[in-house]
């Protein structure tokens, strides 16, 4: 497929699932092999391994050889201007300390969006997250849903906070993480449980598939969350923080329906 005539949403989403796929099965096969630190970033403990670096590389040519002219924006390579109107948005390895640590809780993050390349402005087309040890395969298209290995996704979830099942993150910083788990502190106490996976994309995925019934983080990256919300939202997930607003580095919140309310409550209470 080529720039040549404009595509659909499924057309995106094929491309994204098979290069997805492709740097799965190349992310597996080196950590498989021994994995190398290549050097940090943020902080001590914000790591990069090599087999991001080349993970993203990997993407990075295949989309400009199907997709010419599409924009780029990537964790470990930066950004590329689009001429297309159309950006890739990419996390090669998302949970690259699982990925270190042989926890078999990473993904391939993949999603196309339109306009700026800014969450805030950027409207998702499709998206695909490819999490290689499980062989588990999480896809959406804008108003075409959401899928999981092909199987339909279809948010529930509870009613009651309190039998709510949250998952969240932490930030590198070591001052930045003792303020947020300060904060989810209350919350302990009006949930069912507290999950920390280290995989946002993963996270996001969890919510769409019944896995968790909500997640909240603040200081994500676009690449971070781009596929994953869009796949949330189009299993029927709210993805909005207390506020209302969308998701963005301020707070990212998303929840299966039923216990929005509750939950954003329940945060102000928490100072998010």
């Not at 983080?217 to 299993?235: F, K, V």
């Amino acid at each position: 497929m080529t720039n040549a005539t404009s595509p659909t949403n499924a057309d995106l989403l094929q491309t994204a699932r098979s290069i997805a796929r492709e740097a799965g099965a190349l992310a597996a096969r080196r950590r498989a092999e021994g994995v190398e630190v290549a050097a940090s970033k943020s902080s001590a403990v914000d790591i990069v391994t090599h087999a991001d670096r080349e993970v993203e590389a990997l993407i990075r040519r295949r989309l400009a050889a199907e997709r010419p002219g599409d924009g780029f924006l990537g964790e470990e390579s930066g950004a590329e201007p689009s001429t297309t109107g159309l950006t890739w948005i990419v996390d090669p390895i998302d949970g690259t300390v699982n990925f270190l640590y042989g926890i078999p809780m990473y993904a391939v993050s993949i999603a196309v969006v339109s306009g700026e390349p800014d969450p805030q402005h950027w409207t998702a087309l499709a998206a695909c997250v490819v999490n290689p040890v499980l062989d588990e395969e999480y896809s959406a298209t804008r108003g075409g849903g959401a899928a999981l290995n092909g199987v339909p996704l279809q948010v529930t979830g509870p009613t009651d906070l309190s039998q709510s099942l949250v998952g969240t993150g932490f930030s590198y910083d070591p001052a930045r993480r003792i303020e947020q788990a300060t904060r989810l502190v209350p919350l302990l106490g009006r949930v069912r449980d507290i999950r920390r996976i280290g995989a946002a994309s993963l996270d996001l995925c969890a919510v769409a598939v019944g896995r968790l019934d909500a997640y909240i983080e603040r200081g994500l990256q676009p690449w971070d969350h781009a596929a994953g919300i869009l796949i949330a939202e189009e299993a029927g997930a709210s993805v909005l923080t207390p506020a209302g607003a969308p998701a963005s580095r301020e707070l990212t919140v998303v929840s299966a329906p039923g216990i929005r309310a509750e939950l954003a409550s329940a945060l102000a209470d928490c100072g998010f």
